[in-house]
């Protein structure tokens, strides 16, 4: 019979999730400052509801949370791997003058729908008018917003004429491997989903 013994007992507090590595996406959240300049932070805890809704875990001390608040609304763009050094750099400390001057590194595009910037050359964008904020996860708070409105770059779009597994090759996805790692992901298989296996 399977048993726990052989496994490692971890502490359930916010060293957890140092102890292993976990998947997750790495997105760019944007959003309007009080003085009118774009900010951006990289995030990794952000993930789609189904429908309209693009959630993200924030802290509500960053700028971020305030912005979107207090503006109501953030963009989302999905960066290429190629762009992992440029995504990092959004998270560089303040200068005294409180100006991320690392942004300056990031070519941006005005937002259709909503008050914000978009950055260039990602694959993937996301307009989201702020829903609800969700606060009380320790240090963290939870934000989500609506989507409204979408964009792709037409190369990374799925297509009835193009494989799955070539277009992922072609045109490779980021991933946050927490704490400290990346990849590009270039290789995917066809999920095995059960015989009837309905959403
Ligand atoms: C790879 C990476 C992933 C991050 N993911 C998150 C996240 O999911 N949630 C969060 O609140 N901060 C996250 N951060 C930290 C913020 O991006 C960082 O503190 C940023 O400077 C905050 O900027 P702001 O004050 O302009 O919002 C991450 C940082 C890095 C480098």
């Known amino acids: 019979m399977p048993n726990t013994e052989n496994l490692v007992s971890l ?16 997105v760019l959240v944007g959003t309007r400052e009080p003085d009118g300049r774009a900010d951006l932070a ?14 993200f875990v924030c802290s509500p001390t960053h700028a971020t949370y305030r912005n979107a608040v207090s503006g109501g609304a953030f963009t989302v763009s999905f960066p290429k791997p190629g762009h992992v050094v440029l995504t990092s750099l959004a ?8 100006e991320k001057h690392a942004l ?6 005005p ?17 989201c008018r702020l829903d609800r ?13 609506r989507v409204v409105a979408a964009h ?3 190369d990374a779009l799925r297509t009835l004429d193009r494989e799955d597994d070539e ?21 995917s298989l066809a999920f095995p989903f059960p015989a009837g296996f309905k959403r």
């Not at 300056?104 to 595009?109: D, H, I, P, R």
């Not at 937002?111 to 996301?126: I, Q, Y």
């Open 104 to 109: 300056e590194a990031l070519e941006t595009l």
């Open 152 to 154: 792709a770059d037409p």
């Open 167 to 187: 277009l992922i090759h072609t045109h490779p996805l980021l991933a946050y491997l927490y704490p400290k790692r990346f990849a590009s992901i270039d290789q």
């Open 111 to 127: 937002a259709r729908e909503v008050d914000g910037v978009l950055v260039a050359d990602c694959s993937f964008h996301l307009e």
């Open 133 to 145: 904020t969700v606060d009380g996860f320790g240090a963290n708070s939870l934000v989500i917003g």
């Open 91 to 98: 998270a560089s400390p303040r200068y005294e003058d409180g």
């Open 42 to 55: 990289p995030k990794h805890l952000a993930f789609p509801m189904w429908g309209p809704w693009y959630g």
């Open 11 to 26: 502490q359930a507090d916010e060293t957890l999730w140092e102890r292993v590595f976990t998947v997750a996406p790495l």
